[in-house]
C-alpha cells in the first residue's frame, strides 16, 4: 500500500529520464509489417532507469494476442490493443515510458494462457482481467446484481491521486475488477465542478450527503472544504469498504457517517448539500426529486 508520504516520490518515478527515447510505432498499420518479432522481448529497447517506450510496451503485448490467436494476424495497436489502465494514475499526467509492474489490461477474449504469458514476458503488466470496458462494473441500482471484471492473472490494486484547488491531494485506492473504471484526470475534474458550485452557491458548510459515493472523492473533498458532517451512501457494499481504506488512507477520522442503502429508500433529515454522482446512463430524475426535498442545494454531477 501507498501512504500519502510516499506519493510525491510516486509521482516523481512516473517522468522520464534523459535518457528515454521515445518510439512511435504507426497506430494502423498491421504491427507484423513495422515490428520484428523475434527482436520483441522483455528487454527490447529498456533504458537503462527500466522503463519502456508505451508504442514498444503495446506492440510486445499485441505480439503475444497474435501469436495466441486473439486478435488477427494484421492486428493493429488501433484496431486490436486491449485497454490499458495505470496501476498509479495522477491527475492528467500520462507517463509515455512505463516502468515494470504498472499496467493493468483489460479485453473481452483474453484466456487463461494469453493471461500467463503477459504477466511472465511482458515486465511492465501487473494484472490481466477479462471484460468489456463497455461493460458496467460495481451496482447499477438497486434492482441489479453486482458484476466484475474477471482476474485472470496478477495485482489488480489502482490508485488514483487528484490534484484540487485546496491545495491539497485525495488518493482513491480501489480495485480494478470491481470498480467502475474512471481515472484521476475525470475525478479531478468533478472535483473542480464541486468546488465551483460550493463558491459560486455560498452554500452552508453544515451537513452533506454524497448520495452514491463510490469510493468517497467527493464526500472526502466536502469534508476538506469544511463541511461539519458528510454523509456517505452507496448502494454496493463493496464500495462501502473501499470508502472505508480511502478515508483512512486520506487521514479522515471523524465527521462522517457511513450508509449502505439505494438513495432512493434512504430515509434522513434535512441537509444543507445532496451531490449525485450515479453511473452514466442512469435515470435520476425520481433521486433528483427526492434530494430535493431534503436538501437546500443539489448539484449532479
Known amino acids: 500500500m501507498i501512504f500519502i508520504l510516499e506519493i510525491d516520490e510516486k509521482i ?44 514498444v510496451v503495446m506492440s510486445h503485448i499485441m505480439k503475444i494476442m497474435i501469436e495466441e490467436e486473439i486478435v488477427p494476424g494484421n492486428a ?38 494469453v493471461a500467463s504469458r503477459l504477466i511472465d514476458e511482458v515486465p511492465e503488466v501487473k494484472c490481466v482481467l477479462k471484460g468489456s470496458p463497455q461493460s458496467t462494473v460495481g451496482q447499477l441500482d438497486k434492482d441489479s ?21 485546496l491545495q491539497e491531494k485525495i488518493i482513491l485506492v480501489k480495485r480494478q475488477s470491481r470498480h467502475h ?8 475534474d468533478k472535483l473542480v ?18 448520495c452514491m ?7 472526502i473533498y466536502l469534508l476538506k472544504y469544511g463541511f461539519e458532517k458528510v454523509i456517505f451512501n452507496d448502494i454496493n457494499p463493496e464500495m462501502i469498504e473501499a470508502l472505508k481504506n480511502n478515508l483512512e ?20 433529515g434535512d441537509v444543507d448539500l445532496c451531490v449525485i454522482d450515479a453511473f452514466p446512463g442512469v435515470d435520476i430524475e425520481e433521486i433528483v ?12 454531477i
Open 249 to 268: 488512507i486520506n487521514g479522515i477520522s471523524d465527521g462522517y457517517e457511513i450508509y449502505n442503502e439505494a438513495f432512493e429508500d434512504f430515509e434522513f
Open 181 to 188: 473504471i474512471e481515472v484521476a484526470m475525470t475525478t479531478e
Open 193 to 210: 465542478r464541486l468546488h465551483n458550485y460550493l463558491n459560486n452557491n455560498n452554500v452552508k458548510r453544515g451537513t452533506a450527503i454524497d
Open 76 to 113: 493493429t495497436l488501433r484496431r486490436n490493443s486491449p485497454v490499458p489502465l495505470a496501476g498509479f494514475y495522477y491527475s492528467s499526467l500520462n507517463p509515455q515510458f512505463i516502468a515494470e509492474n504498472a499496467l493493468i489490461l483489460l479485453h473481452p477474449d483474453f484466456t487463461y494462457g
Open 145 to 165: 446484481q453486482i458484476s466484475h471484471f474477471e482476474i485472470l492473472e496478477g495485482d489488480d490494486t489502482q490508485i488514483n491521486v487528484m490534484r484540487t484547488l
Open 12 to 55: 516523481k518515478s512516473l517522468e522520464e529520464c534523459e535518457n528515454c527515447r521515445d518510439v512511435q510505432i504507426k497506430k494502423f498499420s498491421p504491427l507484423k509489417d513495422l515490428v520484428d518479432f523475434e527482436t520483441l522481448n522483455g528487454e527490447y529497447m529498456r533504458c537503462k532507469c527500466g522503463k519502456r517506450p508505451l508504442d
Open 289 to 300: 426529486k427526492k434530494a430535493e426535498k431534503m436538501a437546500e442545494n443539489v448539484i449532479v
Open 213 to 219: 459515493c463510490g469510493l468517497g472523492a467527493l464526500g
